[in-house]
């Protein structure tokens, strides 16, 4: 888009530029994950947004300056985005049943690429139309607009939602109810978490699929702009086909997903199997088979079928974490997504190493079928470790190897046995609010002068919460 300003960038501006985001959506992912214990996960994922909106609105300004202040812009857009994504998972985690879970996350990621889809179709008219800094202008505006309304109409649980009907609210309550009873704790449980057959097999494929789409992201254009001569409107819009056919794939693939998992016709840990596995198997060779098609149209209905079946994944693996341990679902998918941006950084370095001549049809082959082997390892290490069970180590209480002075009825300290045992949440709490104010709690007291601290409960919340009052009142839903 900005070609004709900046004809002295080359290869290696061009993939520093495309890359540097994910430099630094690599590093707060885990951050993001464990962010929400802490902060109210709808406050981070909206936040999040508006701060890399208000930062696209700025970016004409910054690449006018030099290209440097562009990259570190775009690195720090990567930062502050890397923490959305996982307080997504966490918001699911209370908001969706697991009978309705794979249609509304479906839904979630189907707005997502049909954003890529629509963003890919317009950015180059309209920069063809009224200039390059025009797309930065509208789609930051529209992202700010969105995520005011999203801070201020949204919670993150249905309990503090203004709008739910209570028959909904109980409903969704009731389908959580085995997911409630699991212990929740502040503290993640890293050695076994990183020692799990399970979370590894989500990483994996996430590894894979993200490959397979970052690859066709940042070289699909190029294929068709540098080998096949389009113009950059066209070259927009003919790349953008396999989203749009993944995202109303992705509309559609939840229903007989949670019907299946519904009827009890197949069990949790088959369906995630099943539904990724074939969608790896479906993209890698049709990608493949797209390497050996001359003709560029032909070239592109194959990559879309092969998008077509890859929305199946969405059902598999990219809900597994929700599965296998709900309450640690955001951190899992920090984790997940860090690793999985990986190919982000890796996979436009590969095709820029392989294709040293863009005219080359053979050299674009290899970028191709290397993708497709990436997609059957992916496949064959997920069929054979991933589970759709919550696992032991998310059922049990995560026991702090530290000594806590507790006191008796007797007025007798505890001894260390004691403060190595398992607590309840209340115990918990309790435990929290003595050790933040030690001078005032008196032994041998059966009732605590102390309020009791909750997750869910922090000047934050509460100040977000009188703004959607005032939201509500104004609005009138």
């Known amino acids: 888009m900005v070609k004709e300003e900046h004809k002295d960038w080359d290869e290696v501006k061009k993939g520093i530029i495309l890359t540097s985001y994910y430099y630094g959506h690599l590093f707060t992912q885990i951050a993001g994950g464990m962010m929400v214990s802490k902060i109210p996960d709808f406050i981070v994922f909206g936040s999040g947004v508006l701060l890399t909106s208000i930062l696209t609105l700025v970016s004409p300004v910054s690449l ?17 985005e890397g923490y959305t994504m996982p307080s997504m998972y966490q918001i699911w985690s209370k908001w969706a049943p697991p009978f309705e879970r794979t249609r509304m996350c479906g839904l979630q990621y189907a707005g997502h690429y049909i954003g890529i889809m629509m963003s890919m179709c317009t950015c180059g008219i309209i920069a063809d139309s009224f200039g ?17 309304i999203w801070l201020g109409l949204v919670r993150g649980s249905p309990d503090n939602d203004y709008f739910i009907s209570d028959e909904e609210k109980e409903y ?28 590894w097999a989500i990483v994996v494929a996430h590894f894979a699929e993200n490959w397979g789409l970052f690859t066709m992201l940042t070289q699909l254009p190029s294929f068709l702009k540098d080998y096949n001569d389009y113009s950059i409107s066209d070259t927009g819009f003919v790349a953008s086909i396999p989203y749009l056919v993944f995202g109303v794939a992705l509309l559609l693939a939840g229903i007989p997903t949670d019907y299946l998992q519904e009827k009890e016709t197949l069990t949790t840990t088959q369906i995630r199997r099943f539904f990724s596995c074939f969608a790896f198997l479906a993209q890698g060779i049709f990608i493949m088979t797209a390497a050996y098609m001359p003709n560029s149209m032909v070239l592109i209905a194959f990559i879309s079928l092969g998008a077509g079946f890859g929305a199946l994944s969405t059902c598999g693996y990219a809900l597994n974490h929700l599965d296998i341990a709900p309450q ?17 950084i890796f996979a436009p370095m590969t095709a820029s190493f392989l294709v040293k001549d863009k005219k080359n049809l053979s050299q674009w082959k290899n970028v191709f079928i290397i993708t497709a082997h990436i997609y059957f390892a992916g496949c064959i290490i997920y069929w054979f470790f991933a589970s759709g069970e919550i696992q032991p180590w998310a059922k049990e209480v995560v026991q702090e190897n530290i000594e806590v002075s507790t006191v008796s009825k007797s007025g007798k300290k505890s001894t260390k046995e004691n403060a190595k045992k398992p607590r309840n949440k209340n115990e918990n709490d309790v435990e929290k609010v003595e050790r933040q104010a030690p001078k005032i709690r008196k032994a041998g007291k059966k009732k605590s002068k102390y309020r009791q601290i909750t997750t869910n409960e922090t000047k934050l919340s509460k100040f977000y919460d009188r703004v959607t009052t005032y939201f509500s009142k104004i609005f009138k839903f």
Not at 64 to 80: H, P, S
Request: charge should be positive.
């Open 328 to 344: 640690y679902a955001s951190f899992i998918k920090g984790i997940s997504n860090a690793i999985g941006t990986l190919p982000a």
């Open 132 to 148: 390059w800094q025009t797309v930065f202008y509208i789609y930051g505006g529209i992202a700010c607009l969105w995520s005011v």
């Open 172 to 199: 969704i309550a009731a389908s959580l109810t085995d997911i409630e009873e699991l212990p929740k704790q502040k503290s993640f449980p890293f050695k076994a978490i990183l020692t799990s057959g399970p979370f």
């Open 64 to 80: 006018k300056a030099n290209f440097e202040t562009f990259v570190t812009l775009r690195v720090i857009m990567g930062l502050i």
